[in-house]
């Protein structure tokens, strides 16, 4: 019997030695051991380096602000001239034929280039010149016969550009003043019918001249537009003198346009 119970308290304590053996706690190890890269510095507490931000030409805008530097604009587009008036026509001084005739214009063509600085991405200044021609339509009580006046603008500009944030749009307007080589270019333009005299061929005269013009322009990267604005432009009184003696002189009251030009721009 006492060996039977020495056999159970033996077993008991044999259970109770494993159930603890089990039941014994095992830390876990200890994370390695960190080193910094030589030359590392540790920033100082709270201190936060944002990123750079992308550069203008990848923005998801596609916003190309207008750069600053020499420039060159051409334009091209349709030149559509107000009425005028032919104020007379005369010889060595007297006049021979109506005055104060009423002049139409066919839809004309006009042409510039030009030349100048962009102090920054709102103002620039330049010299620009071009071409602005049409035929005449008809004169009053004259024969126009394909004749056709044209005038080369000699202007300074200044213009003042107006860039929209985040996006490839710049609104412009600006003004020039100077002058201008008006051509009247005859063709048997008949000035008096009961004299017999006519104007053949082409006699120029400078004038007075100033314009204003508007528009937007597209930026395709920041040195790199095309544009579509409109451009008013007005000149002096041109007299054109036809010889030989007597002389003939034909003078104009000065022209009117108003011209949609098709541009490109690049700054340098």
């Known amino acids: 019997m006492r060996k039977s119970q020495t056999a159970g308290i033996i077993i008991s304590f044999l259970?109770?030695?494993?159930?603890?053996?089990?039941?014994?706690?095992?830390?876990?190890?200890?994370?390695?051991?960190?080193?910094?890269?030589?030359?590392?510095?540790?920033?100082?507490?709270?201190?936060?380096?944002?990123?750079?931000?992308?550069?203008?030409?990848?923005?998801?805008?596609?916003?190309?602000?207008?750069?600053?530097?020499?420039?060159?604009?051409?334009?091209?587009?349709?030149?559509?001239?107000?009425?005028?008036?032919?104020?007379?026509?005369?010889?060595?001084?007297?006049?021979?034929?109506?005055?104060?005739?009423?002049?139409?214009?066919?839809?004309?063509?006009?042409?510039?280039?030009?030349g100048g600085y962009a102090f920054d991405k709102y103002f620039g200044v330049d010299f620009e010149t071009g071409y602005i021609w049409?035929?005449?339509?008809?004169?009053?009580?004259?024969?126009?016969?394909?004749?056709?006046?044209?005038?080369?603008?000699?202007?300074?500009?200044?213009?003042?550009?107006?860039p929209i944030p985040h996006t490839n749009i710049v609104p412009y307007i600006g003004g020039g003043v100077g002058g201008s080589v008006s051509e009247l270019d005859a063709h048997h333009?008949?000035?008096?019918?009961?004299?017999?005299?006519?104007?053949?061929?082409?006699?120029?005269?400078?004038?007075?001249?100033?314009q204003a013009f508007a528009g937007l322009r597209f930026m395709l990267g920041s040195h790199v537009s095309l544009g579509v604005g409109y451009k008013y432009f007005a000149t002096g009184n041109p007299t054109f003198d036809y010889p030989p003696s007597p002389d003939l002189d034909i003078s104009f009251k000065g022209v009117r346009t108003h011209s949609v030009l098709f541009t490109l721009q690049c700054v340098f």
């Not at 920033?43 to 944002?50: D, S």
């Not at 333009?189 to 100033?210: I, K, N, R, W």
């Open 15 to 114: 259970f109770l030695s494993v159930s603890l053996a089990r039941a014994q706690y095992y830390p876990p190890p200890p994370p390695p051991a960190y080193a910094p890269p030589p030359g590392y510095i540790p920033p100082p507490p709270g201190y936060y380096a944002a990123p750079p931000p992308p550069p203008p030409d990848s923005s998801p805008y596609f916003y190309f602000p207008p750069g600053a530097g020499p420039y060159f604009r051409a334009g091209i587009g349709p030149s559509f001239f107000q009425d005028g008036t032919l104020k007379g026509d005369s010889i060595s001084g007297v006049f021979t034929g109506p005055a104060n005739q009423r002049v139409s214009y066919d839809t004309g063509v006009a042409f510039s280039a030009a």
């Open 134 to 162: 049409a035929q005449f339509n008809n004169i009053q009580n004259y024969q126009v016969n394909d004749s056709s006046i044209a005038n080369v603008p000699l202007l300074v500009n200044g213009t003042l550009s107006l």
């Open 189 to 210: 333009l008949d000035t008096s019918p009961a004299s017999g005299f006519y104007a053949e061929g082409t006699e120029s005269d400078v004038v007075f001249a100033y």
